[in-house]
T-cell receptor
Framework: GAGVSQSPRYKVAKRGQDVALRCDPISGHVSLFWYQQALGQGPEFLTYFQNEAQLDKSGLPSDRFFAERPEGSVSTLKIQRTQQEDSAVYLC??????????FGPGTRLTVL | GQQLNQSPQSMFIQEGEDVSMNCTSSSIFNTWLWYKQEPGEGPVLLIALYKAGELTSNGRLTAQFGITRKDSFLNISASIPSDVGIYFCAGQGLDSNYQLIWGAGTKLIIKP
């Protein structure tokens, strides 16, 4: 079966631009997570959805970051007015249990 | 807050050697997970551990959930070139049923 997919795989943005990153989770997975991964580091939690409900957004670094999952399937992570420090790999993961999380390939965002 | 200490940071090994790495936590975990990440890809789940003392294998990989519930070990036997990558431990603490705490990773490099 299909795994988690993310698009685009690479995104280059000029500072100040808005970007939208898409995640297609594994079909039937209730839980969905967004992580930010800096080079040489482990993933850092951003936000968590259970179906369409965003139950935890404590990891979002600023109010420029916004995530949604309106129909409980596909999710979008939006970053407004991008800054250079937003450059990172953004990983999406989905899960049935919430614990065993299955990751997509990530979107590498570079802000110039 | 909870922290994970993963060691070693990197390992240079000869093909055919056995590999050991570990993670320790400042507090008790309910679940330990081991992931492998290759360049340009998301982490891939290798082994999940749910009970203190549990020993689980996945091919040449063996992981154990420490008796104190504050540590976990991953061993790789008879390493091969495709074992190269970054191995992450992740743990689920007592205060969350979904959020994972991640180690910084162990980078495995095969000597030519």
């Amino acid at each position: 079966g299909a795994g988690v997919s993310q698009s685009p795989r690479y995104k280059v943005a000029k500072r100040g631009q808005d970007v939208a990153l898409r995640c297609d989770p594994i079909s039937g997975h209730v839980s969905l997570f967004w992580y930010q991964q800096a080079l040489g580091q482990g993933p850092e939690f951003l936000t968590y959805f259970q179906n369409e409900a965003q139950l935890d957004k404590s990891g979002l670094p600023s109010d420029r970051f916004f995530a949604e999952r309106p129909e409980g399937s596909v999710s979008t992570l939006k970053i407004q007015r991008t800054q250079q420090e937003d450059s990172a790999v953004y990983l999406c993961a989905s899960s049935v249990s919430g614990i065993e999380q299955f990751f997509g390939p990530g979107t590498r965002l570079t802000v110039l | 807050g909870q922290q994970l200490n993963q060691s070693p940071q990197s390992m240079f090994i000869q093909e055919g050697e056995d590999v050991s790495m570990n993670c320790t936590s400042s507090s008790i975990f309910n679940t330990w997970l081991w992931y492998k990440q290759e360049p340009g890809e998301g982490p891939v789940l290798l082994i999940a551990l749910y009970k203190a003392g549990e020993l689980t294998s996945n091919g040449r990989l063996t992981a154990q959930f420490g008796i104190t519930r504050k540590d976990s070990f991953l061993n790789i036997s008879a390493s091969i070139p495709s074992d190269v990558g970054i191995y992450f431990c992740a743990g689920q603490g007592l205060d969350s049923n979904y959020q994972l705490i991640w180690g910084a990773g162990t980078k495995l490099i095969i000597k030519p």
